[in-house]
């Protein structure tokens, strides 16, 4: 959570359709918009993304996607279609693009990639989605995703108006494509990043690191990029045949792979959480730059935006988040969150929490008389309660919600968070610093796990170490190669 970015709602209401021919087959395709109001609707979303999730400013970094991206995209399917690159500030291993060209990358997939010719690909296959008009298909076929982890864990329809980030350019960006959209786009990676003189090979290695990274985790937390890239199981082989006929078409013999000028690229990345927007630790949410922290409830999934820190239980029944709270002071915040949200105040108390000035909402959100009711489903109340803090001259909310049925369940939860908030005052945790890779050259040939020896990595963190190498611990590693290592 950062401070106060607010999010553009510049919404196309796409009603006229028509007949369009596809780029990449050259067939028609009915029911599709054209593309200047494809370009107008990338345009409108692109802003509602980038607040989201913010951007990475790293001018090497950005002149080099810049770059690669424009050379692509001369070469593709939609040569004069303008295209938009953007480094996302987020974690998550994640690659997505929308219509009308816009193309994003996370820094969390930046840190996995290897070399330039696995961002090559990557690059490929999204840049595919756009020349295929896979997004504009799916929008037309209205198969918008639920948003993040928060999202698949809340079991009510009727908390999502609450979740966070609710745009519909972010929800875009989350469509999970078929199959065939799927093969099609890794088919294009391969032409446009062979194209362009890249080792397309390298591509298919990198599902290598994905898959990885997912058996590390127990298939709980797969990479974002699986989850919204479906992954089949004959994905990379058919990617290495493709590879093949591509290098035999274009006569390729020595494909560029661009390991070392990638790495050095690389150096000085923040890698994971960037603890300056707010990191969990001792079962606290901490935020360095606010001086604030709370407790989270033991077992409560979390995700942390921009605009937000999300918990939610697992059993989905509940919501809890924190927020900046629009006012200029209490009671003008208090104002705003219960008419924006057309709830109805059943009592507010004036109180002090840990030496903060707070006000405490307790609202109700019932059903709308006028609403046709599904006879299938009950009309539900949602009960909400808010506590909102002054801190210097902003007004920070957490809000909890439930069903009114299931509120007594979660209120002492929603109360011990509340009530926890307080200042950060821990030097320690005030002045924590990001992890960032460093790119270091070996001194001695020797297997990664000696290599990782020389630089102190913790037993417990070899295995995430040699995935973000693309290596297996067992690899012997010459001398003066390139490999990343991780701290401040």
């Known amino acids: 959570m950062r401070p106060n970015i607010a999010i553009p709602i510049a919404l196309i209401i796409l009603t006229a359709t028509s007949c369009a021919i ?57 040569p004069k279609l303008e295209y938009h690159f953007r480094i996302m500030d987020s974690p998550v291993v994640n690659a997505f ?14 840190a996995n990639f290897n070399n330039e010719a696995e961002f ?18 799916a929008q037309r076929d209205a198969t918008i995703a639920q948003v993040g982890l928060i999202a698949a864990a809340i079991a009510s329809p009727k908390f999502a108006q609450y979740l966070e980030p609710a745009a519909q350019g972010v ?44 058996d590390v985790a127990g298939g709980q937390a797969i990479p974002e990029f699986l989850s919204t890239h479906p992954d089949p199981l004959n994905r990379r082989e058919n990617v290495n045949e ?16 661009g390991r070392d000028t990638y790495l050095q690229m690389v150096e000085g990345l923040v890698y994971g959480e960037d603890p300056r927007q707010g990191f969990m630790e001792n079962g606290n949410f901490n935020h360095p730059d606010l001086k604030i922290k709370f407790p989270v409830p033991a077992g409560w999934r979390t995700e942390n935006t921009p605009q937000r820190f999300q918990m939610a239980p697992e059993d989905g029944k509940a919501l809890q988040f924190l927020a900046f709270a629009p006012g200029a002071n209490l009671q003008a915040a208090a104002d705003t969150f219960v008419t924006a949200n057309g709830l109805t105040l059943l009592n507010k108390r004036n109180l002090t929490v840990n030496g903060f000035a707070a006000l405490e909402l307790n ?12 006879p299938q489903q009950p009309a539900q109340v949602l009960r909400v309660r808010t506590t ?15 069903l009114a049925a299931d509120f007594n369940t979660y209120a002492p939860q929603f109360g011990t968070s509340m009530a926890g908030f307080a200042p950060l005052t821990d030097p320690v945790l005030l002045n924590k610093k990001p992890e960032r890779i460093h790119v270091q050259r070996t001194a001695q040939t020797q297997s990664l796990t000696q290599q990782f020896a020389q630089y102190g990595i913790p037993q417990a963190r070899l295995e995430e170490f040699a995935i973000v190498n693309g290596m297996q611990l067992t690899d ?13």
Request: no cysteine; charged share 20%; glycine share 12%.
């Open 97 to 110: 693009a929308v219509p009308g060209g816009y193309v994003y990358f996370t820094r969390g997939i930046m």
């Open 22 to 78: 596809n780029p990449v087959t050259g067939k028609k395709q009915f029911g599709v918009m054209g593309e200047a109001r494809e370009i107008q609707m990338g345009m409108a979303y692109d802003p509602q993304i980038t607040a989201a999730y913010g951007l990475y400013e790293d001018s090497v970094l950005q002149a080099y996607i810049n770059t690669k991206g424009k050379e692509m995209g001369a070469i593709s399917h939609r």
């Open 476 to 488: 012997v590693v010459e001398a003066g190669t390139l490999i990343k290592v991780l701290g401040p």
């Open 242 to 257: 493709l590879a093949t006929e591509w290098q035999e078409k274009l006569g390729m013999t020595n494909g560029a792979v």
């Open 171 to 214: 929800q875009l960006m989350l469509l999970k494509f078929g199959r065939d959209a799927e093969s099609q786009s890794d088919g294009l990676g391969v032409e446009y990043s062979s194209k362009i003189g890249y080792n397309a090979h390298e591509m298919a290695e990198f599902f290598n690191t994905l898959a990885r990274e997912r």
């Open 120 to 137: 090559a690909g990557v690059l490929g296959h999204e840049i595919g989605h756009v020349t295929a008009r896979h997004s504009v298909v």
């Open 388 to 402: 909102i803090y002054q801190v210097d001259q902003s007004m920070i909310q957490i809000t909890g919600l439930s």
């Open 363 to 374: 609202t109700e959100q019932r059903p709308d008389p006028q609403a046709q009711q599904d």
